[in-house]
């Protein structure tokens, strides 16, 4: 192994710290060996109320791989990904090792210049329309990592949805278990710490799509939440569903994958996504939802897409925090 291969590796790690993650709760750890990184679940990260089976844990590592796969690409060297490789090592979710010296497609560098601007948005967007050409691309997206990007265009489905969101919310809310779960990862203002959810990333007043979307309550009580002004942000963007066909540990992390394509895909064309998750994390409602809206495929994310002129900032925890 060259000193650029290991360069390649490190870089990869230092890439995937900026993957989306539920509440920003960074569920990896990485160790780099001179022939190959072993992507780690982080289980005491792991939300132990709304995600006991490990779900959204193991879709945003797998955001985090597609983000190692990319910068690999971009720093010259095809990925070769093996995915749960040791059954006798649940933990470790994937090695990926710098294979054939490649050229960086346009692609790749179009997807990794995003992989640190990429932000989360928490608002309504202004009502500029996200072309088609993007979505039917994204949806190629999702296909290309095994999962299913289906774009609900009919009215009545999104209103729906968005009632899904805000009964889930509801339920939420009034169990202490959840609402605890959520404090802890809600980062307060002007705090030090390098996880969570951060007070300047989501809007101080309630959100004001029409059909309204509900936002999970991070601030809790609290006066958090950026003061920008939502009046011309009212539109819901466009409502997708991520989906696959199975729903074993494989397929999430195979959505993972599939979701950190679409959204640097997405934002390289300046356009954001909001998710929507609290209607995943209660069996019967999700079990609703993969009959109802999902044609029998297991939902795994729920998101709007559109265009703010917003900046949010988010955290990372450093390198050394994350590798072993
Ligand atoms: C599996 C998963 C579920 C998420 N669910 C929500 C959600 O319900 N609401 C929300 O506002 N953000 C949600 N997020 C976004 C994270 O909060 C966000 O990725 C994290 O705070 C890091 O911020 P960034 O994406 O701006 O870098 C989710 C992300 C993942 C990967």
Known sequence: ?????TH???????????????????PWSFAVSPEEISLRADTDRKLRVSDEGGRELLISCGAALFTMRTALRRAGFEPVVRILPDPDKPALLATVRAGAPIEPDKRTRLLSAEIERRRT?????????????????????AAGEGAKLTPVRSPQAVEVLAALTRAAQGVQSADRRFSLEVIRWARPPG???QDGVPAEGYPREPVRTDPRFAQRDYAWRHDWGGK?????QTSAGVVALLTTSGDSRRDWIAAGEALQRVLLHASA???????????????HLREFLRQELCSGEFPQMIMRLGITFEDTNSVRRPMSDLTE
């Open 228 to 232: 920008g002004d939502q009046s011309t």
């Open 1 to 5: 192994m060259t000193a650029t291969t």
């Open 8 to 26: 390649a590796l490190d870089a990869a790690v230092e890439a995937a710290r900026w993957a989306p993650s539920v509440h920003n709760t960074q």
């Open 121 to 141: 948005h928490r608002a309504g967007f202004v009502g500029l329309p996200v072309p088609d050409r993007l979505i039917d691309a994204l949806v190629k997206d």
């Open 269 to 283: 064309y300046g356009v954001s996504a909001a998710f929507h998750t609290q209607v995943l994390e209660l069996g």
């Open 191 to 193: 705090s030090s710490r």
